[in-house]
RNA sequence: GCCCCCGUAGCCCAACCGGCAGAGGCAGCCGACUUAAAAUCGGCACAGUGCGGGUUCGAAUCCCGCCGGGGGCACCA
């Protein structure tokens, strides 16, 4: 058993985190972060849903602060081009969901010059082809940049754009997210000079360009660019048409100008200098390769992903194994002093306040330095929980070792995982964090392999009238109340019978009643056959064991592919035809009926494990039927002796003939046109060619 | 706005590489057993696959376009 919370565990932790240090995987830097108030800590963007705060759905905001990361980013490309090598493996939902978080986008960037400053600032693009539309530049209003180029403003625009700053640094992420939100901004009385016609260009400050993507700055090309556009109207900002577009008819579509809706689509370059007349694609190659000449822009690729803040501000968790030295800096704790357990928390307020905890347990705090020896301050933070989980999965193979995370040789032989199960909540937390973990171990030559997760299946909820269940909603089902009134058997067979594992299962629609009742049935089955344990089967009826050894072959490949649903319904089938047998067929003495009743007990055992054992031993078996496999299947019994043939004519069935399974092409041919509804539905026609698929179907294809 | 998945009997769901639309269950109805009921056993009925095109000898299945439902991402330049 791995407890993550022990040092026996988080150990290892520091020591992935020292490892990932020195690789410069993981690294401290000032940033603006989420921040959730309730639990007053910081969160990984993959933390922040739909603006909440993932653990306690409070408001996420902003906060500026130092924290530690582990840089995902240099593994964007290989995170994303890899899952590709899942694809068929895992549910395309979670590929589709790992592809839009990591939002690998290519365009470029292109250096405008600033009036009075000495270096250009660089903007991120991926429309090159309209640059001559830029008609201003805007920078994200909480970036470096914007304060520095408000700095030399006059002082009323300074003031304004204080006030700017601070009224967004309170939105929360749930404000800024409304698309219906209005433009809002400052002029910073700054001009940019567009590199490909020299127009001054005003420089605004926004919240609706980001401080960390790109580069925290944008040309803006209102005509093409819906956000870029309203904007422009907001601030009463010049719109200049660079590309005519059409809709999908060919019609030309209306001028942004006029129509307040910007044209993003595919066109012909105009107003464009050297590139009018080019389409939308000729003219960003054409763009570039000039820019690139004159050494003002470069191609260039950008992510949506960022790193992974993994700091937090509470007092659980595993303590970062850095310590703070005035005269070395951030030095890493070295290996032969981990783990840097977690002090008492005897006399510790650990109520959440902004700041680690761990930061009042002065004596755990104050250290010394592992290099120089000098007074030093250890890391107050601890690590995002996530981090347990990114590489559990390799502790499992050698879980009480001492000397290493994890056994190296145990890895080779057991990992990757062939087949993880797991819900779809994790498909951009866990299962990024895991598949960065493997590709960085492979990289330092722990793992032989870079994707943990070979198969995936994620598997449903149990919901209740339509939705989760809720305290709020009053729609709880109280599954010690099922277990006590059908039994764990039935409970767990109507899971499994609901429908395939991925879906998720309405309580309401579903019959623990039925599953109990089902079980009764075949429980009967055991009781009532009268034969010994070991008569030969092979003396029994063959009816019977046809359906048998039918179940049996379907049953191994069904389990696999996890359609668990089919199987149940195909041991119903089973129990179905031994009731039969014995009340009205072969009789209860019968070593077919023993054999059904064996299969059903070994099959049954998959779903409802006392039952089947109930069974196994009412059969007269003295051993587990959980661990005693399933019996071969005899490829005789399978062999039907006759089958139905379908005659169609042009496409539809006219007739159906019994024939042997082995009849030839020639034979059914002769056969079909032979039939007397098939010569009625003929109607005189001249055939024009006959498909034959033996045994099962042939089609007449008249002309008309 | 972009992306992913799903629409088959009243309901949950099967249907292999395109080849008889139905395996199983729930709910329903009928019968046997019973003084009666429960339980049990047996039987019956119910859709032409969301809609419209296309490909094909043949489409629930493949392609295109809609409609409906679920989910993900989103001021990412």
Not at 331 to 351: I, N
């Amino acid at each position: 058993m791995l407890m993550t919370h022990r040092p026996e565990y988080y150990h290892w932790n520091q020591w992935m985190f020292t490892r990932l240090y020195d690789r410069g995987l993981a690294y401290r830097k000032p940033s603006l972060v989420n921040w959730c108030p309730n639990d007053q800590t910081v969160l990984a963007n993959e933390q922040v849903v739909a603006g909440l705060c993932e653990r306690c759905d409070t408001p996420v905001t902003k906060k500026k602060l130092t924290q530690w990361y582990f840089k995902v980013t240099d593994y964007a490309d290989e995170l994303l081009d890899e899952l590709e090598t899942l694809r068929g493996t895992w549910p395309s939902k979670v590929i589709a969901m790992q592809r839009n978080w990591i939002g690998r986008s290519r365009g470029a960037d292109v250096q405008f010059v600033i009036e009075g400053r000495e270096a250009p600032i660089p903007i991120y693009t991926t429309r090159p082809d309209t640059l001559f539309g830029a008609t201003f530049m805007v920078v994200a209003v909480d970036s470096d940049l914007a304060a520095e180029l408000v700095s030399v403003a006059d002082a009323g625009v300074q003031e304004e754009f204080a006030a700017y700053a601070e009224r967004v640094k309170g939105d929360t992420e749930i404000e800024r997210l409304s698309t219906e939100r209005p433009k809002t901004g400052v002029f910073l009385g700054r001009y940019a000079i567009n590199p490909v016609n020299g127009e001054r260009l005003q420089i605004w400050a926004s919240d609706y360009v980001l401080a960390d993507y790109g580069h925290g700055a944008i040309m803006a090309v209102p005509a093409h660019d819906q956000r870029d556009l309203d904007f422009a109207r907001a601030m009463d900002l010049p719109v200049r048409t660079v590309l005519n577009c059409l809709d999908d008819d060919g019609n030309p579509l209306p001028d942004p100008t006029e129509s307040g809706v910007a044209t993003t689509g595919d066109g012909t370059l105009i107003n464009s200098g050297s590139l009018d007349g080019l389409d939308k694609a000729e003219a960003i190659t054409a763009i570039i390769a000039e820019l690139e000449k004159a050494g003002t822009a470069s191609a260039s690729v950008n992510y949506r992903l960022r790193d992974w803040l993994i700091s937090r501000q509470r007092y659980w968790g595993t303590p970062i194994p850095i310590v703070h030295c005035d005269a070395c800096g951030e030095v890493p704790v070295p290996d032969d002093q981990l783990p840097v357990k977690l002090p008492p928390t005897e006399g510790l307020d650990l109520k959440p306040k902004g700041q680690s905890p761990l930061a009042a347990a002065t004596d755990w705090v104050n250290t010394t330095c592992p290099k120089c020896g000098g007074a030093a301050l250890r890391d107050t933070d601890t690590m995002d929980t996530f981090v347990d989980s990114s590489w559990y999965f390799l502790r499992f193979l050698s879980p009480g070792k001492t000397d290493g995370p994890f056994d190296q040789a145990e890895a080779k032989k057991w990992a990757p995982i062939d087949q993880y199960v797991g819900g779809v909540t994790h498909a951009i937390l866990h299962l990024l964090y895991a598949r960065f973990f493997t590709k960085a171990l492979r990289d330092m030559g722990m793992i032989d392999f870079g994707e943990p997760f070979t198969a995936l299946l994620n598997q449903g909820m149990v919901q209740m009238d339509g939705s989760a269940m809720s305290k709020s909603r009053g729609n709880l089902v109280s599954l010690a109340a099922q277990l006590d009134e059908f039994g764990v058997d039935a409970i767990r067979l109507t899971m499994s019978f609901a429908g395939p594992p991925e879906d998720d299962i309405d309580w309401a629609d579903v019959s623990p009643a039925g599953s109990a009742k089902f079980l009764a049935r075949a429980w009967r089955l055991a009781r009532d056959v009268s034969s010994e344990p070991g008569v030969d089967p092979a003396l029994g009826d063959r009816e019977l064991r046809a359906v048998t050894h039918r179940t049996l072959s379907e049953a191994s490949e069904l389990v696999e592919s996890f359609r668990f649903n089919v199987v149940v319904a195909r041991v119903m089938e089973l129990v179905n035809a031994t009731r039969k047998a014995i009340d009205s067929g072969a009789g209860a003495t019968d070593p077919a009926v023993r054999e059904a009743a064996e299969v059903v007990a070994r099959l049954l055992s998959l779903f409802a494990p006392y039952c089947a054992e109930d069974m196994w031993s009412m059969l007269g078996h003295e051993d587990l039927v959980a661990l005693s496999g399933l019996p071969p299947v005899d490829p005789a019994l399978l062999v039907q002796e006759t089958v139905t043939c379908v005659v169609q004519v042009m496409g539809k069935v006219r007739d159906r003939l019994e024939v042997s399974p082995d009849a030839t092409e020639d034979e059914l041919r002769e056969l079909a046109l032979a039939a007397p509804n098939v010569v009625r539905a003929m109607d005189g026609a001249p055939v024009r060619t006959v498909i034959v698929r033996p045994p099962g179907l042939v089609n007449v294809v008249v002309r008309k």
